[in-house]
């Protein structure tokens, strides 16, 4: 006994519907132009030279920011003490022997100790003609210098009308005043060149393997495409999440000896894959493979601890959270049967997706302000609202706040991962 | 000319028996995308894009029996039409009369009588979702499972949208041929 549906399926597929003749017109032209080699339109993905030159940029970006940042000496000193260069030229010309000026004679010590007294000034050897009349020191005299050979000029006379006590010292003690966190023009400039160079390039990997429009003019011998608005599920048994790593740049400031704020950009790609298989009208199977990427850019914040730095390393943990934002999402689907196209969809893109972050770390200093560093981290990140059945039984597509890719992420709420990437320290160094 | 005859002739880039081609299948590949469509100008682009992939692909096509170029090119028409629906939004679409409970299935000399063009306009009454499952499940004979895995839903909301699908449609004949008896 034929079901009611049955009766419809037969009714339908005995219709002899007489086509619209141009309809069968519109058949001819579309497949003479299908057919044409110069209505073909060329598939919009990028040169095959592009994708290697395009990962290069990001290492090669990093490698002259590290280079740049290495040769620019600052200009300001930073810590340790400092030499003070010796005037070249030597002092005005003194007698042989200089009287002191008789000290004051004071009846107390205070009065004693604050008047000024005049150092007794060492011979120096002259090599012009002395004046031996000159026998009391000049007001113009110079400070004393070490004793050392060499000629001696009047005119490189350098007036000091208070002799200091003592001998100064040549070395100029370290600043004991500490130094304003304060961005420097190198550093800006890196961090704006390097973030441009990154974001250049991330754009660049969004872009491509896409094509618009789905007329017949633009389909070519691979690829079709659809615009976006489609959603994918991961329901097969047969389905993978893939584990994630970020790479990113990142800036440390500095707030104690111990204790510093990290930011930056991060950039991370989930991918996940199914593959099911397909059969249907008693024809042979066929096997349908599904690959999802979806690439986000983040800016995480922490507040990192270190345990233990060097010169060289600095080990640390911290925690904070960050702002992911999606900035591309695609579905390729393959198909075995090859009277099938394979074809890549664009899919609805979630919003912003919050996390907290637990991490520790390793960074690797090239020098006092670049380093490399190696983030295993754990997120959670809250997990999303599961697509529910109406009254009807009718799937509701969720509002924008509510939707997410399914990724890895949403698999796993708790989520271990590795960054890496560089960092740029800031301010000043304890 | 048998499927396979003309199938080789069609890979000839035989103009006569392309042409022959569309004159046996294209009718019927346009009422199938007009069951999944809904619209009439969708399904005449859809059954045109159809054919002309057929004839681009028509070498892969591999004879089976009595029907199966048909089936074959049944099969592209309905991926062509899924990946067309999934480019809409999935929109929930309020019933406007109440779903009963149990409606019971209409007689088999009832259902002959009522138009064809009366069916394809209930079935595009549907909501793409019940529309589609009703079409993969009930008329073109996939499985919930599959079903689920093309349109990127569960199994159970396969069946919960089919179900609904056969009231509605149930609901519709009920008042066609109670109208018919007045």
Known sequence: MKTWESIIKDKLERIDATL????????????????????????????????????????????????????HKPSVPGDGIQVAQQPPAPVAAVADTVKSEEPLQSDNLVSQA????????????????????????????AEVIPAEEGSISETDVVSDPEPSVSA?????????????????????????TGGGLLAAALTQFIGSGTQAGTNSAS?????ETSYSGSFATFTDEDSHHFPLFKEGLSVGIPVAPRLKITTGLEYSRYISTSSHMMDSFGVHGFQVERKQVAQYLGIPVRLDWSLAK?????????????????????????????ALKDSIQELRRDGFVFSLIGAGGIQLNFNKRIG??????????????????????????????????????????????????????????? | MDEQALARYCSQRDRMAEEELYRRYAARVNMLCRRYLGDGDEADDLMLETLVQALKKIDTYKFTGKGSLYGWISRIAVNKAINHIKRRRLHVV????????DIPDPADD???????????????????????VFNLHSLDGYSHKEIGRMLGISERASISALEKARKQLKERIRQYLKEQET
């Open chain 1, 20 to 71: 619209p003749e141009n309809l069968f017109t519109e058949f001819l032209t579309r497949l003479d132009a299908s057919g044409s080699p110069a209505v073909a339109v060329p598939a919009v993905r990028p040169a095959a030279w592009r994708r290697p030159l395009l990962r290069a940029l990001v290492p090669a970006a990093a490698a002259g920011l590290a280079a740049f940042l290495f040769l």
């Open chain 1, 114 to 141: 604050i008047t000024p007294k005049v150092a007794n000034h060492y011979p120096v050897h002259v090599t012009e003609p002395e004046t031996t009349d000159n026998t009391q020191p000049s007001e113009d005299t």
């Open chain 1, 168 to 192: 100064p010292s040549p070395v100029i003690p370290k600043s004991t005043a500490a130094k304003p966190v304060e961005l420097k023009v190198a550093p800006a400039a890196g961090i704006v």
């Open chain 1, 219 to 223: 389909m070519v011998n691979n690829l």
């Open chain 1, 310 to 338: 060097n010169r060289l390393l600095d080990v640390y943990v911290g925690g904070g959270a960050a702002a992911d934002y999606c900035i591309g999402a695609k579905i390729i689907i393959k198909y075995t049967d090859p």
């Open chain 1, 372 to 430: 490399l560093y190696l983030e295993p981290e754990l997120t959670w990140s809250k997990p999303p609202k599961k697509a529910h059945l109406d009254f009807y039984g009718d799937i509701v597509i969720m509002e924008e706040g509510d939707y997410r890719l399914e990724t890895y992420r949403t698999a796993h709420p708790f989520m271990f991962t590795v960054a890496t990437g560089l960092r740029i320290n800031l301010g000043k160094r304890y």
């Open chain 2, 94 to 101: 309020p019933l406007n009369f109440p779903a009963k409970d």
């Open chain 2, 110 to 132: 009832a259902m002959e009588s009522i138009p064809e063009e009366k069916l394809i306009g209930w079935i595009a009454e549907l909501s793409d979702l019940r529309r589609t």
